[in-house]
């Protein structure tokens, strides 16, 4: 059984920033990569910001310059600084995992927490 705990969601104006984390728990055998995802409204999910193991980043073209992710001392927390907020990066964020110490890799998701970015 594999836990992810959100922290960090809210209302925030526009310019304004927000600080999301996520820690993991539970039976992960091989942490390969922690990230985040997001889901307007009558849109699919999509990428955000990732980081591997190695510290390999990826970021949405959209974020680049404005979010931050990063892990926390333990490795199983991740964080994203959400800086200049605008608001079209209201969404619902998702925690995600990818845990490859099983055949086949499995992946976790987070129950999601609201960032609405509104005056």
């Known amino acids: 059984q594999v836990q992810l705990v959100e922290s960090g969601g809210g209302l925030v104006q526009p310019g304004g920033s927000l600080r999301l984390s996520c820690t993991a728990s539970?039976?992960?055998?091989?942490?390969?990569?922690m990230g985040w995802y997001r889901q307007a409204p009558d849109k699919q999910r999509e990428l955000v910001a990732s980081?591997?193991?190695?510290?390999?980043?990826n970021y949405a073209e959209s974020v680049k310059g404005r979010f931050t992710i990063s892990r926390g001392n333990a490795k199983n927390t991740v964080h994203l600084q959400m800086n200049s907020l605008k608001p079209e990066d209201t969404a619902v964020y998702y925690c995600k995992v990818t845990d490859i110490g099983t055949y086949p890799t499995k992946v976790f998701w987070g129950q999601g927490t609201q960032v609405t970015v509104s005056s």
């Open positions: 980081i591997t193991r190695d510290d390999s980043i």
């Open positions: 539970g039976s992960i055998r091989s942490l390969y990569s």
